[in-house]
Antibody, heavy 123, light 108 residues
Framework: QLHLQESGPGLVKPWETLSLTCTVS???????????WGWIRQPPGKGLEWIGS???????NYNPSLKSRVTISVDTSKKQFSLKLSSVTAADTAVYYC??????????????WGQGTLVTVSS | EIVLTQSPGTLSLSPGERATLSCRAS???????LAWYQQKPGQAPSLLIY???SRAIGIPDRFSGSGSGTDFTLTISRLEPEDFAVYYC?????????FGQGTKVEIK
């Protein structure tokens, strides 16, 4: 059973960089050409917003609304992928989820999700 | 960017009743790449339906998806107590992938 787990600071100061890591267990991050690995966020009490996704080769796809501030990277040896979001403000306070995007078995939808981690932007 | 509009915002029903949730796209969703997710309080979303009408692994057959182009529907044939939750549609046919704002199914 695939398991994804987010980790990183729960509190970030305004204008600093938010950094999160997702660790994948129960499967390989690079075993198949059919998976992308993504980040999605959800502000408290609100809906979901896709941030971006990465392929095991390092190829990325970002949401244009965040593209200027986002970097997603992958470390296949550690079975991890990471999110950096720069110059954060209170509007970036949200639960951040990592998830697998499965192009083989579910045509590209997000079939496995981490439990999510709340990141609060505050001084 | 494709905007997804879900209706109604809240659906108040009793266990055993039928739930019909709508998701309308601002432009046609490529190859019907439309998914539905269920989210319970304090939990991550979980995949119910992909490709507009295919049930994900382990999803009971009381959940069904239909539609094409710009109009999609999630139907829960007979609500079970564990089905009261928030439901989101998502399109992944045209980047950026986008989600609807959600429909809350609550106990009447």
């Amino acid at each position: 059973q695939l398991h994804l787990q987010e980790s990183g600071p729960g509190l970030v100061k305004p204008w600093e960089t938010l950094s999160l890591t997702c660790t994948v267990s129960g499967g390989s991050i690079s075993s198949s050409s059919s998976y992308y690995w993504g980040w999605i966020r959800q502000p408290p009490g609100k809906g979901l917003e896709w941030i971006g996704s990465i392929y095991y080769s390092g190829s990325t796809n970002y949401n244009p609304s965040l593209k200027s501030r986002v970097t997603i990277s992958v470390d296949t040896s550690k079975k991890q992928f990471s999110l950096k979001l720069s110059s954060v403000t209170a509007a970036d306070t949200a639960v951040y989820y990592c998830a697998r995007q499965n192009y083989y078995e579910s045509s590209g939808s997000f079939d496995y999700w981490g439990q999510g981690t709340l990141v609060t932007v505050s001084s | 960017e494709i905007v997804l509009t879900q209706s109604p915002g809240t659906l108040s029903l009793s266990p055993g009743e039928r739930a019909t949730l709508s998701c309308r796209a601002s432009q046609s969703v490529s190859t019907n790449y439309l998914a539905w997710y269920q989210q319970k309080p304090g939990q991550a979303p979980s995949l119910l339906i992909y490709g507009a009408s295919s049930r994900a692994i382990g999803i009971p057959d009381r959940f069904s998806g239909s539609g094409s182009g710009t109009d999609f529907t999630l139907t829960i044939s007979r609500l079970e107590p564990e089905d009261f939750a928030v439901y989101y549609c998502q399109q992944y046919g045209s980047s950026p992938w986008t989600f609807g704002q959600g429909t809350k199914v609550e106990i009447k």
